[in-house]
């Protein structure tokens, strides 16, 4: 036995378990989203009580209120993100008492300032807005300024109580007469972040000007109270816009069902990719253990929020990830065919492998960077995993898989055995200079149905219009506005009872059906509820059927927004990548891929408007995905097609032109449908594993997945063929720019 093999064979055993031992500390370290632990979100808009314009300052602060008040709930983890200039995202994972919860932080800030009984002394009208700043005393120590707007009441107030015997003006953030008390408070007053006493000072003289606030500050605690005292000084209140109470069963259910899906999908490709390429596909499959293993070590590095769409993305990511592999060893297995040495091969397949690797990666970059700029929470948090996504990519399915295959290939155990290397069968390899008569073969011709496929995917389209104008699209709450309610009980819910319920509220429904079970119920309805309604009817159902509920409300300013936001998307994404092709290749080649990527886009949206499937906002992030995707495939057979062209002479005739490009189809075929497989079959456990609430999203992604497959193969090289035909002329320029063909990295392929 070869000792290289095992000695190499041991250390990558070793690597492998000390990787899944590391993993799961890591991966229990990770924060849950809302949609995997329960918990509640909304939105807020912040606006001003009088006409004053609201600054950055004020909604800081208000920011700072918030944080504050989060403090006093006890919510561990809480995520309070600014968005835009008057917006503040609020999730609160593992709460149980939203309603308690939305009371609390829907309130505006209320400063006070009382005495030692608790009796009001004034509020924060005395002070200007945002006048509290950072000062020092005469000693130099940190200190507290306060600039008084109206000095008569603040001069009566302090003449009256520097003659009391406790001479102490107390200053309370949101003070409850019910509840709070500052002989309860005294010994936390200014010590305690959760404590809302915050500051109690002395008193010994009048004051008709601005005063400075004394203590055992140190710089950190005067900054805190210069916020704290700034967020209950200014007249802003805040509007619910949109919000989304998860309950924990819902959480944990959708948690253990995505999870065991994305095992099982991971699981199937090892297996294919070990099926198809043997060694190779084995060593792959240890790429991805090590792939996912630093896709979680990043994402816990950065502090990101685990959710559905990010599980989901990850999974997707796995199979796309594969890609890169796939190409590689297809290229690997090309140069060995011609009879080159397992060493040759290696270094030419991965160097040609490389440009293509990247053009396609990158692509998907500009459509992951697009979705983190425009998405809404739950699609940022798809984008998150997949930017890290494509950067393990490269580093670990290109360079460290092509280096674990160069040191087994150097051990040369594998020289005579192609099979079981690659799965390359010692008969089809050919000596070098008898390749090229071979290479031309043809074996199907891909120009021949175009105008069929062309016709075909025609009707789809004019048919989902005819259905749209019957019916419209099946718009989620998320772009129709409304309210929506998922109950899950332990007994079958009876759905006309539940009409029934809805309709003695006078509320008007959208949709009511079953999910999975007759025990779990999806509710749509077209009212925007406010928090009493909702409340109201929560409360009625929960009790009526004994179940626990998850809802959400999107408010009309939300719908449009989010609309106008998927547009934007769709549109820069398409912008971006037609640049980035235009500079990679030339203005026919993006122009080429542009179109299809429109044709895949409305496919996908003419089957959804055909079967009244929901368009939901992680919708657009599917379609995003898809057009990636596609665009990835087209790139690898463009720059197959580039590739050819520079190896034929420099002036080609039309019908040479063809015959290259149904070559470079043949080429890339094997590639392109073992990289649609890889990436299917994960995405097929989760629909049939995974969580219902990621269920249109799969299959919004699985029928892009046969339509971008569909199109890179049978449209974007036809219709840049006939593009380029069209020219003044008989004759193709064959001088395309190639500024990437060959990477040349020091110590990897150098």
Avoid at 344 to 367: C, F, M, P
Wanted: charged share 20%; with cysteine.
């Amino acid at each position: 036995m070869n000792k290289k093999l095992i000695y190499y064979s041991s250390i990558l055993f070793v690597i492998v378990v000390m990787t899944i031992t590391i993993f799961r500390p890591i991966f229990n370290k990770i924060k849950y989203g809302l949609d995997l632990q329960g918990g509640f979100e909304v939105l807020y808009e912040a606006s001003t009580l009088d006409d004053s314009k609201l600054t950055k300052e004020m909604l800081t602060n208000t920011y700072k209120t918030i944080q504050k008040r989060i403090d006093i709930l006890g919510v561990s983890e809480p995520d309070i993100i600014i968005e835009g200039e008057n917006r503040i995202r609020i999730q609160l994972p593992g709460i149980t008492n939203e309603k308690e919860a939305k009371e609390i932080l829907s309130q505006p800030a209320t400063l006070s300032f009382r005495d030692t009984n608790d009796n009001l002394l004034m509020t924060s009208t005395v002070l200007s807005s945002g006048g509290a700043k950072l000062a020092t005393d005469e000693y130099g120590k940190p200190a507290v300024s306060l600039s008084i707007k109206d000095k008569d009441t603040f001069h009566q107030v302090t003449s009256e109580i520097k003659n009391r015997e406790e001479n102490l003006i107390v200053i309370w953030l949101d003070f409850n007469p019910n509840e709070d008390s500052y002989y309860q408070e005294m010994n936390r007053c200014g010590e305690d972040p959760e404590s809302k006493c915050l500051s109690a000072a002395y008193v010994n003289q009048a004051f008709a000007n601005d005063v400075i606030i004394q203590g055992n500050f140190t710089k950190e605690k005067a900054s805190t109270l210069v916020e704290l005292i700034n967020s209950g000084s200014i007249p802003t209140k805040l509007e619910e816009l949109s919000t989304r109470n998860v309950s924990s069963i819902f959480g944990e259910q959708a948690l253990n069902k995505t999870l065991w899906a994305g095992l099982i999908g991971i699981a199937v490709i090892l297996i294919f990719m070990t099926l198809i390429y043997h060694f190779a596909g084995l060593i792959s499959g240890i790429g991805i253990i090590l792939y996912i293993f630093l896709v979680f070590l990043i994402f816990w590095l950065i502090g990101g929020v685990l959710t559905l769409p990010g599980i989901a993305s990850l999974v997707l990511g796995i199979g796309m990830a594969v890609d890169a592999c796939v190409i590689s060893f297809e290229r690997i297995k090309e140069e060995l065919r011609k009879g080159r040495s397992f060493i040759a091969a290696h270094k030419e397949g991965y160097q040609r492998s490389l440009s293509t690797i990247i053009d396609a990666n990158i692509t998907t970059l500009i459509v992951a960077i697009i979705m983190f700029i425009f998405g809404e929470s739950s699609v940022k948090g798809f984008a998150t995993m997949l930017i890290i996504n494509i950067i393990v990519t490269i580093v670990i399915m290109v360079f460290i898989i092509k280096y674990l295959l160069k040191l087994f290939i150097n051990t040369k155990y594998f020289n005579e055995k192609p099979r079981l290397f690659i799965n390359l069968k010692k008969d089809n390899i050919n000596k070098i200079n008898n390749y090229k008569e071979k290479k031309q073969t043809i074996k199907f011709n891909f120009f021949k149905h175009f105008r069929l496929c062309y016709i075909g995917s025609l009707i789809i389209i004019i048919i989902s219009i005819i259905f749209y104008f019957q019916q419209g699209f099946n718009l989620s709450v998320d772009y129709k506005g409304g309210t929506y309610i998922t109950l899950i009980s332990k007994d079958s819910i009876n759905i006309n009872t539940i009409k029934k319920d809805i309709t003695e509220f006078n509320y008007q429904y959208n949709d009511i059906h079953h999910i999975n079970n007759k025990n779990t119920v999806y509710i749509k309805l077209d009212n925007v509820l406010n928090k009493d309604q909702l409340n109201q009817l929560e409360d009625h159902l929960e009790t009526k059927y004994k179940a626990e509920s998850e809802t959400g409300i999107i408010s009309n300013i939300v719908k449009k927004e989010l609309t106008k936001n998927a547009i934007y998307s769709i549109i820069l994404a398409a912008i971006g990548m037609v640049i980035y092709v235009t500079i990679r290749f030339k203005f026919s080649f993006a122009l080429a891929a542009l179109i299809p990527l429109l044709h895949d886009a409305l496919l996908v949206l003419a089957i959804f408007t055909i079967f009244r499937l929901e368009i939901a906002v992680i919708f657009i992030a599917a379609i995003l995905t898809i057009v990636g995707y596609s665009i990835n495939d087209t790139v690898v057979i463009f720059d197959r097609i580039r590739e050819n062209i520079k190896n034929n002479e420099k002036e080609t005739k039309q019908l040479q032109l063809k015959d290259i490009i149904n070559s470079s189809l043949n080429n890339t075929i094997k590639r392109t449908l073992n990289t649609t497989i890889t990436t299917m079959l994960p995405i097929i456990a989760l629909i049939s594993f995974g969580s219902f609430a990621m269920l249109n999203f799969n299959i919004a992604i699985i029928i892009g997945l046969i339509i971008g497959t569909y199109s890179s193969i049978f449209l974007a090289s036809q219709i840049w063929y006939h593009i380029e035909t069209s020219k003044l002329g008989t004759k193709f320029n064959t001088e395309i720019e190639d500024e990437l063909d060959e990477i040349e990295i020091s110590g990897i392929n150098k």
